[in-house]
């Protein structure tokens, strides 16, 4: 993907940079993805909706120039539905955390999924609630220290892609912030896909996350996306062995079904005519 693109040109300049995210987050490595896939698709800005969430993540909106809605806790899906519903002519990115987006919103995700309503959703994950004290999230690895953990978390955490394709997602990818080549990929792929389309990114918390489980520094946090990840097509030619504790990348499910808001625009059509 093209990458001497002048991405100041989505940007809001008023607002206070550097980024208020702490050093070595990944969360503006994913936002520099986003803008050159937006920018690789020639969408225009003003043709663009962002909608997010309460959280680190819920900061990405503040800093674009596109048409943006900062909402409440785990309600982003809520109010990008509406919105969707209202202007189906926009794209609409929704931004949320994984504690934002799987635990309280939670109940949004699941049935934004199950109407696959053309929304591209993104979870932050970093394993934890960054922004509100460091608890435990639904993605917190097992055995690994929280504020609301600190003789290590005892639950059993979500697979974000196991969940987005048992409730019915029609696009379903992983990247991470140390391969940001790819995820600039994924998202223009996601961006692009008619229905409900969710992408983790795996991005680095160094501050809280790191800290408490004593994970080195944001450099090293990268490296080990690197050493813990597995891209799909080289996974298929790998043993479970070899597999065991590797976390796969890639795009997981694409296909074409129904889409919500062209169902109900045909429902607005046949009910007008009787």
């Known amino acids: 993907m093209q990458k001497d693109i002048d991405v100041y040109q ?17 969360n503006g490595i ?4 986003m803008l050159r896939a937006v920018d690789s698709l020639k969408i225009s800005k003003d043709r663009v909706a962002m909608v997010s969430g309460i959280g680190c993540s819920g900061r990405t909106s503040t800093y674009v120039d596109f048409n943006t809605l900062h909402t409440t806790h785990g309600r982003a899906l809520s109010f990008a539905t509406g919105l969707k519903f209202a202007r189906p002519e926009l794209t609409t990115l929704v931004v949320m955390g994984d504690g934002d987006g799987l635990s309280i919103g939670g109940n949004h995700f699941i049935h934004a999924a199950r109407r696959n309503i053309d929304l591209t959703a993104f979870i932050y994950n970093n394993n934890i609630y960054g922004m509100t004290g460091g608890q435990v999230s639904p993605t917190t690895p097992g055995g690994k220290i929280a504020s609301t953990a600190p003789m290590g978390n005892i639950e059993n955490n979500f697979d974000t892609i196991k969940v987005a394709e048992a409730c019915g997602a029609t696009f379903v990818a992983r990247g991470t912030t140390y391969d940001a080549d790819a995820l600039d990929e994924i998202i223009a792929i996601g961006i692009q896909h008619k229905g409900f389309s969710v992408i ?5 918390c160094p501050t809280i996350y790191g800290r408490y489980n004593r994970l080195g520094s944001a450099v090293d946090m990268l490296k080990s996306q690197l050493d813990d990840t597995i891209p799909l097509e080289q996974a298929k030619n790998m043993s479970a062995e070899e597999l065991q504790g590797k976390t796969l990348t890639g795009i997981f499910v694409n296909e074409d079904k129904r889409e919500f808001c062209e169902e109900y625009e045909k429902l607005v059509q046949r009910a007008q005519k009787k």
């Not at 989505?10 to 987050?25: D, N, Q, S, T, V």
């Open 10 to 26: 989505y940007l809001r300049h008023e607002k206070k940079f550097p980024l208020i995210w702490c050093a070595g987050c990944g």
């Open 30 to 33: 994913v936002l520099g993805s």
């Open 200 to 204: 983790e990114v795996l991005t680095p």
